[in-house]
């Protein structure tokens, strides 16, 4: 099968206090700065892209500013510009970034007001070995919708994702690289942000992050466990402002030969939220807190 997007190569957010996110990101959570322009803050993980987080000043609270894929290059994001403009709400076409990293793309908006950008030919990086407890990559994006079939023919239709599993209210979707997913979606209320996760290099990089954020005074919101689909190991936090982060290791690898399952497969016996079947259930905060993030309306323009 072949694939417009190669994965989810960073997410932008808009909090009320960048500089405390920052140093929560660079302390805490692990990330290594790499530029700031105009006020922003920029962060690499130990992949490839230049930068995989962006931290922005809000203007009207705390929300996700935008999602944004990798392209392989610029006939790529033209063909997925044609693809995405009938099927979106806004849309610009490609041009220069005029941003930390450069490269040309576009921003877009589906359905439901959230905001996205493509981009290709980014000045990455070619150091890319892996660091105990350092984030690589943003593993995935879970979503929430008030619309779910709406926005998963949006993922299909206008982004090209594979729909590769779904378990309960969520539906996983796969792009081209070798990660089970890259986008997540959950039957929701409201189009909101339900989690970033970041992936870490091993399992004992994922129990010593956990343990770095609870001495930070970040306790575990949800985990330590190992999920169904995808099989990756987790651990939830409400990072600053109470963002909802993920860290995650162990993705499951796939190819095209994959088979997807459905809700039944997936089904824990009665008392098991995952796997293992140690770790207690979510905390109310989290549930709180993985729907409350809006997209900022009218930021789709990058």
Same mark, same amino acid.
């Given at each position: 099968?072949?694939?417009?997007?190669?994965? %989810? !190569?960073? @997410?932008?957010? /808009? $909090?009320? &206090?960048?500089?405390?996110? +920052? #140093?929560?990101? =660079?302390? *805490?959570?692990?990330?290594?700065?790499?530029?700031?322009?105009?006020?922003?803050?920029?962060?690499?993980?130990?992949?490839?892209?230049?930068?995989?987080?962006?931290?922005?000043?809000?203007?009207?609270?705390?929300? %996700? !500013?935008? @999602?944004?894929? /990798? $392209?392989? &290059?610029?006939?790529?994001? +033209? #063909?997925?510009? =044609?693809? *995405?403009?009938?099927?979106?709400?806004?849309?610009?076409?490609?041009?220069?970034?005029?941003?930390?990293?450069?490269?040309?793309?576009?921003?877009?908006?589906?359905?439901?007001?959230?905001?996205?950008?493509?981009?290709?030919?980014?000045?990455?990086?070619?150091?890319?070995?892996?660091?105990?407890?350092?984030?690589?990559?943003?593993?995935?994006?879970?979503?929430?919708?008030?619309?779910?079939?709406?926005?998963?023919?949006?993922?299909?239709?206008?982004?090209?994702?594979?729909?590769?599993?779904?378990?309960?209210?969520?539906?996983?979707?796969?792009?081209?690289?070798?990660?089970?997913?890259?986008?997540?979606?959950?039957?929701?209320?409201?189009?909101?942000?339900?989690?970033?996760?970041?992936?870490?290099?091993?399992?004992?990089?994922?129990?010593?992050?956990?343990?770095?954020?609870?001495?930070?005074?970040?306790?575990?919101?949800?985990?330590?466990?190992?999920?169904?689909?995808?099989?990756?190991?987790?651990?939830?936090?409400?990072?600053?402002?109470?963002?909802?982060?993920?860290?995650?290791?162990?993705?499951?690898?796939?190819?095209?030969?994959?088979?997807?399952?459905?809700?039944?497969?997936?089904?824990?016996?009665?008392?098991?939220?995952?796997?293992?079947?140690?770790?207690?259930?979510?905390?109310?905060?989290?549930?709180?807190?993985?729907?409350?993030?809006?997209?900022?309306?009218?930021?789709?323009?990058?």
């Amino acid at each position: 099968m072949n694939y417009l997007l190669r994965g %989810v !190569r960073s @997410i932008e957010v /808009d $909090v009320n &206090d960048p500089a405390r996110a +920052a #140093a929560f990101f =660079e302390k *805490v959570w692990h990330l290594t700065p790499v530029s700031q322009h105009n006020g922003s803050y920029y962060f690499r993980g130990t992949g490839a892209y230049h930068h995989i987080l962006a931290i922005h000043a809000a203007k009207d609270g705390t929300a %996700v !500013r935008r @999602i944004v894929f /990798d $392209v392989a &290059d610029r006939d790529a994001l +033209a #063909a997925l510009h =044609e693809r *995405v403009k009938p099927l979106c709400g806004d849309t610009q076409a490609p041009h220069e970034i005029d941003a930390p990293g450069g490269g040309t793309g576009f921003g877009f908006t589906d359905r439901e007001g959230r905001n996205y950008a493509a981009i290709c030919g980014v000045a990455d990086h070619t150091d890319t070995a892996n660091a105990a407890d350092r984030p690589r990559k943003i593993a995935h994006v879970n979503i929430n919708s008030a619309d779910a079939e709406k926005t998963k023919a949006f993922l299909i239709d206008a982004l090209g994702f594979k729909l590769i599993d779904a378990s309960g209210p969520l539906s996983f979707f796969h792009c081209g690289n070798t990660d089970h997913n890259s986008m997540v979606l959950a039957a929701g209320t409201k189009p909101t942000l339900n989690h970033i996760a970041f992936e870490m290099p091993d399992l004992d990089s994922t129990m010593r992050g956990a343990g770095r954020m609870r001495d930070a005074g970040y306790p575990i919101e949800w985990g330590v466990g190992r999920h169904g689909a995808g099989n990756n190991v987790f651990a939830y936090f409400a990072g600053p402002e109470e963002l909802p982060l993920e860290y995650t290791a162990e993705v499951m690898q796939v190819d095209d030969t994959y088979v997807p399952h459905g809700p039944d497969y997936w089904r824990f016996p009665p008392g098991r939220l995952d796997q293992w079947g140690v770790t207690p259930p979510h905390t109310p905060r989290w549930k709180r807190i993985q729907e409350m993030h809006h997209f900022a309306p009218g930021a789709f323009e990058i």
